[in-house]
Nanobody, 123 residues
Framework: QVQPVESGGGSVQAGGSLRLSCEASGSAYTGNSMGWVRQAPGKAREAVASFGLDSTRIYADSVKGRFTISKGSAKNTLYLQMNDLRPEDTAMYYC?????????????????WGRGTQVIVSS
């Protein structure tokens, strides 16, 4: 079992950048089973970025070219570099880890979730 903990959220103006970090504590090694998911008020949860089972980076169309997911050198660490932020990126961002269902190399169900870090982008 692992427990993800996010950090790095905040308030920025449109066009700005933020870097989110996630450390998933616990003895289990998550491998590629880590990703970022966001949820804006009144909207459905959206998978933002993740690693596929084959180690490819998978991005939502809305963030392609602006966000970059990467792994840290330490076990079970994950980052999300967010550039050219837009007001529509405003949401709670969650780090998720541990996958029990893969479909076409994409994780469909994460087992462990952090409490989230808020990102607010003003116009």
């Amino acid at each position: 079992q692992v427990q993800p903990v996010e950090s790095g959220g905040g308030s920025v103006q449109a066009g700005g950048s933020l870097r989110l970090s996630c450390e998933a504590s616990g003895s289990a090694y998550t491998g590629n089973s880590m990703g970022w998911v966001r949820q804006a008020p009144g909207k459905a949860r959206e998978a933002v970025a993740s690693f596929g089972l084959d180690s490819t980076r998978i991005y939502a169309d809305s963030v392609k070219g602006r966000f970059t997911i990467s792994k840290g050198s330490a076990k079970n660490t994950l980052y999300l570099q967010m550039n050219d932020l837009r007001p529509e990126d405003t949401a709670m961002y969650y780090c998720a880890a541990g996958c029990d269902h893969w479909l076409a190399m994409r994780c469909m169900n994460y087992l462990y979730w952090g409490r989230g870090t808020q990102v607010i982008v003003s116009s």
